[in-house]
């Protein structure tokens, strides 16, 4: 099962019966390593092709990074250091919201209201101290190999019509396959698809009351929610998807989103489809900027990539500790 050809395409897993319609429950030999599945041996040794500058890049920003960001709960860690006599310093964190900067969602991030958290996990085994689904299982056998940039941005900028960050812009799944044409860019199994909106360099620019007013506003540019998104992420066999915006997906949740009813608590946003059914870890608030740019310049949008989360038990989701080499 780990050759990509192997596997059902959505339009198939859709005709799966009863609660696993529309799901990857056991398909990986892995069950609860969900899409990074994708990357075999072969796809991370052929990875190292991709590194050919020896150029290096952190895509996390500082864990009090967004203070105020969007999120109304999530408030910047409080860092202290303390010592127990003069030759010795330690230090700790308080209030750490481990999804509060640079992050990857972990597949117990989310429950489908429709169907239950993935693989049919038990609720009750969605408890701190408890492992299963828990962001450990990335941490003990790190995601790593090709990293792919689709460079939304740019593409835009160029084209004279910037991403309308400010008002919450939908990105379409025809907008990133456009950009990704104009890039002669082409995914294989097993990549990491990094999505460089220009958002966090955009909001992080932003005074402090403007910051609350976007965050008052719940407007976030991201992708647009369709099942047609759903299905070339999973059609491509992508292992992760990440992007530099607050939610991966654009916030409020389109009208027309498909996931209105399936997921109700979510106000009809894919997170539920993505990462509860199909077991697609999502990366948000990713520091994609610098590395964009240096790919402009080269002329290359493929990397070495190593995603390595904390290793919690049990943890809902991570600091991604991501990183890049082109």
């Known amino acids: 099962m780990t050759d990509a050809g192997t596997f059902p395409c959505f339009a198939d897993l859709l005709e799966r019966e009863g609660v696993l319609s529309g799901t990857s429950w056991g398909l990986f030999p892995e069950p609860e390593r969900g899409t990074p599945s994708f990357i075999t041996p072969d796809t991370v040794l052929e990875a190292k092709d991709s590194i050919r500058t020896g150029t290096v890049f952190g895509l996390d920003y500082p864990a009090d990074a967004f203070d105020p960001g969007m999120s109304l709960k999530r408030s910047a860690p409080r860092h202290t250091i303390y010592s127990s006599h003069p030759a010795h310093r330690d230090d700790f964190l308080d209030g750490y919201y481990l999804q509060g900067s640079s992050q990857i969602d972990g597949l117990r991030h989310r429950r489908a209201d429709d169907a239950g958290f993935y693989n049919g996990t038990a609720d009750d085994r969605i408890a701190e101290g408890t492992p299963d689904l828990g962001i450990q299982g990335w941490a003990e056998h790190p995601i790593t190999g090709r990293g792919v940039l689709v460079d939304l941005e740019g593409y835009r ?113 894919m997170h539920q489809q993505l990462l509860a059914k199909l077991g697609l870890p999502l990366g948000e608030l990713w520091k994609l900027g610098p590395l964009a740019r240096h790919m402009r310049a080269t002329g290359r949008w493929d990397a070495f990539i190593t995603i390595k989360p904390l290793n919690i038990t049990g943890g809902t989701g991570s600091p991604a500790n991501a990183t890049a080499i082109t």
């Open 157 to 269: 900028a160029e084209a004279g019509e910037p991403i309308d960050h400010a008002g919450g812009e939908p990105l379409t799944l025809g907008l990133v396959r456009a950009a990704m044409a104009a890039q002669s860019l082409r995914t294989r199994p097993g990549d990491v698809l990094m999505l460089h909106t220009g958002w966090c360099e955009w909001f992080l620019a932003l005074s402090p009351e403007e910051k609350q007013r976007v965050r008052d506003s719940r407007k976030a540019s991201g992708v647009a929610q369709s099942q047609e998104f759903v299905a070339w992420a999973w059609d491509s066999r992508l292992a992760v998807v990440a992007a530099d915006n607050f939610a991966f997906e654009c916030l409020p949740a389109l009208p027309t989103s498909p996931y209105r009813q399936s997921a109700a608590n979510d106000d009809g946003m």
